[in-house]
């Protein structure tokens, strides 16, 4: 745990537990388990064989990106987005094996409890942020996140979605209580930043009452399916089938986000997204019209998170938001 003695904010351990970590835990000791068993039962017998079969355990998974960087290429083919080259997408399957481990093998399982949430600030002069992850994440995704937030003295709270395989309706409750945290902190309205699928649940409970466009400042996505995704076609998950493309859910929340606001408040919706994005596909899903649409070419989905232009750009909105003309405060 990292010491907690950053200047003008204080901060607690995260409450909220994380059925994810300890799931993703087992994994990854169970892995470790396998390649050790495997080493023990065919180093004896065959030298290629064992280092075969501890490659497989721990570099399985960038087959299966693969995959799905094949995928997404061809089904964006009929995308309007700008097509990305061979080059791009090879550098972006590279950008996802090495990003992968760090999140879901040590940040999430291991490290979710790093850098607590802010408690208090001593400067309310900017907004506070709200983090909301995204698919099989909880907030040790945020890491890098809040260790940038700590340096610029922005308050931050986080959140961990669960039930994991629930409905993205439940998670309402959740960011709810997350913005009432962010505000109490300064008495702003803060700016949700999320990944994915928190994307979703932002909007989710944004249309959950005619107040709650009110209460925040702006919402900024990375690789957000808000039009679903053709990959989800394949889940049997709850959350997993409402991320279908155009599908039934996806339907839904458009029409209550129609019936409280008209214009769907999508101006106040920054949206990063990646023409090789391996998850979230076709490109285009990950647009809002009339948003703040930001394309960074050549990024994979949990690497779009990470990739400097879009911490450095959303970190300066989130800096400037005192100065901005769509400042709000709550009183």
Known sequence: MEPLNTPNLLVRTHESPSTLARLQQAIVLGALAAASL????????????????????FLGYAAVLAIEMVAAAVVNRGDASTRAQVSQWIAAWWQEVRVAPQVFGWRQPFCWRHMPDTVAASDTSRPAVVLIHGFVCNRGFWLPWMRRLRELQVPYVSVNLEPIFGSIDEYVPLVDAAVNRATALTGRAPTLICHSMGGLAARA???????????IDKVITIGSPHRGTWLARFSHLNNGRQMRHDGDWQQALLARELLLHPQRNTGRFVCWYSNTDNIVFPASTATLPGADNRLVPGAAHV????????????????ASAPSSPSERTVS
């Open 303 to 318: 690497a779009l998170a990470f990739h400097p232009r879009v911490m450095n750009e959303s970190l300066a909105m989130v």
């Open 38 to 57: 495997w080493l023990w039962a065919m180093g004896p017998r065959s030298a290629v064989w064992a280092v075969a079969g501890v490659v497989f355990v």
């Open 205 to 215: 409970w944004l249309a959950s009452a005619a107040d709650a466009s009110a209460r």
